[in-house]
């Protein structure tokens, strides 16, 4: 017998189930619960699968805690880069603050927070930098995941005290921020009065096409945008993502896994990502008909170096430009046209803060693309 079949041998009898593993991931439990529903409920719309592969309470790619961002996971984000990006917009809260009048108790409600590290490198800065605003702060993270909310507790555990979970959001002053929150919320497929559902054909997923009256695909984001305007009482929200205007709105979903873009949403469901352009028209209009207001966007280029210039011209002990190579490296991710800077936008709105106060930082050299933005007439 040879050393090779012997291994063979040996792992076979110890591990029979190995050989019954899905490889392609084609009949997990959640897979086949997605057929049950669509053999006996017939094709389903594209938000229904998403929230079913993203969020699923036990099998979804996020609610399972399966997801993992960063260079050994499935994709980078802005918070994936480094402690600079939570650094640069610490520095944004804090002028918010400022802007407020310092105020005690002052929020930052984050949702979307995943593992917790924005707040970890918000929550460092400010007890280091800005030692006042750290007195006057509150974080609040709005988790719908107990797995997430776990890893969230463990990372900022050195700050429990600053740091409460909440179910749904409540009535705050301050700031509420998303990165990368509004693209994985579940869509609808539909273009020039048709949808695409999902169907079987056989034990294989495919898209059936079906006459449809409405309109609204983003309703989720609709709803999420209708839930701050009903709790802020007073202070900005600030929500970063990729996405396009209305005229350029491209309507396919990403599905993306191991740093590789997949053909297919019906590739590896639960263990990948799924997420769609943000249609930032469509949530600015829906922002102001519930009484808020733009108070810029940008792409994150321009944003990130109007703080950067505030911070320059300002208090030298809130530099957080540290000279070594892995901060100029993470500067260039964020910064840099080709990498994250124009790939992402920024946009914020603002409520109960007075129609003339000064563009905030992020937005001073923001000029071009607010005088482009015809479909956001209203920024003051
Ligand atoms: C693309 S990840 C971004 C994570 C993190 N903000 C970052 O930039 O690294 C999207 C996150 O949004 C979370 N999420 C999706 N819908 C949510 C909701 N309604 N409320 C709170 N978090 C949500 C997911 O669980 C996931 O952690």
Known sequence: MTPRLDRYLSISALDVERWAFDVFLLNTPLVESIRQTIRTQGPQSFAWFMQQALYHPEHGYYSSGRCQIGRKGDYFTNVSVGPLFGQLLASQFSEIWDRLGKMNDFVIVEQGAHDGQFALDVLEFVQKRIPEFFDALRYRILEPFPILEQQQRRKLEAFEDKVQWLDSLESFTGVHFSNELLDAMPVRLIRNGMEK????????????????????F?????????????????????????????????????????????????????????????????IVQRAQANGLRVAGFTDQHHFLTGIISQLESGEPSQSVLADSPKAKRELQTLLHPEMLGRAFQVLALKKNVGRKTNLLAGFKFGAESRSSLRLMPRIC
């Open 197 to 216: 559902l999902v169907g079987l054909d056989g034990d294989q997923f495919v898209f059936v096409e079906r006459p449809v009256n409405k309109t609204i």
């Open 218 to 282: 983003n309703q989720a984001a609709l709803e999420f945008i209708d839930q701050i305007a009903a709790n802020l009482q007073r202070g900005y929200v600030i929500a970063i993502d990729y996405g396009f205007l209305d005229d350029q709105f491209e309507r396919d979903v990403q599905v993306r896994a191991r740093h590789l873009n997949l053909d297919s949403s019906f590739e590896q469901i639960g263990h990948a990502d799924i997420t769609m352009f943000v249609h930032w028209a469509s």
